[in-house]
Structure formats: structure tokens, C-alpha cells
């Protein structure tokens, strides 16, 4: 099983109330990181990718599933969306993540 971080959860939750939502957000996120596979989770770390659709939707299920959709056709992309493809993405990543 594709695991989600804590520190991603807390944001999951701050950013989604709603507990159904939350599901669903996580369930997208795991489809997401299963769907690329290996090589694509591996190139970004699954944490990064995940926490970049996150952040890309902003608490909006509708953005989330359309950062989910852009991850399928180059994931760098939504890491460019959400900040994350710098060399400091990081540091970008514990601040958005604390």
C-alpha cells in the first residue's frame, strides 16, 4: 500500500474538512503514485509528488483531481505548478508541510 505521510495528512485535513473528502483525496493520491509506477514515484519521491497535488488544489477537490491528471501526463509539470522542482523544493516542502 502506498503510505501518506503524517505530516501530509495533518495538511490533507487542514485543507479538506470534510472526512469524506479527505478520503477521496487520499484515494487520489495513491491512485496517482500507483499509476506512474515505480520509475515515475522514484524520480520525484512519492511524498513530493502527493504533497504537490495538495498544494496545487488549495482545498479544492476539483483542482485536485485536475493536478491528479496532470501528474499523468508529466508529472514534472505539477511539480512546476506547486513549487517543488527547484533544487530547494525542500525546504519548500517543510514549509508547507510543518
Known sequence: MIEITER??????RDFPNAKVVEEVESHLRLMVWKLGPDGARGAGEE???AAAVIHARGDIG???????LAQLDW???????YLADEDF???L?????
Do not use: F, K, T
Open 94 to 98: 517543510d514549509q508547507e508541510l510543518p
Open 8 to 13: 501530509l495528512q495533518r495538511r490533507i485535513r
Open 76 to 82: 514534472r509539470d505539477l511539480l512546476v505548478a506547486a
Open 90 to 92: 525542500p525546504q519548500h
Open 63 to 69: 483542482r485536485l483531481r485536475n493536478a491528479v491528471s
Open 48 to 50: 513530493r509528488l502527493m
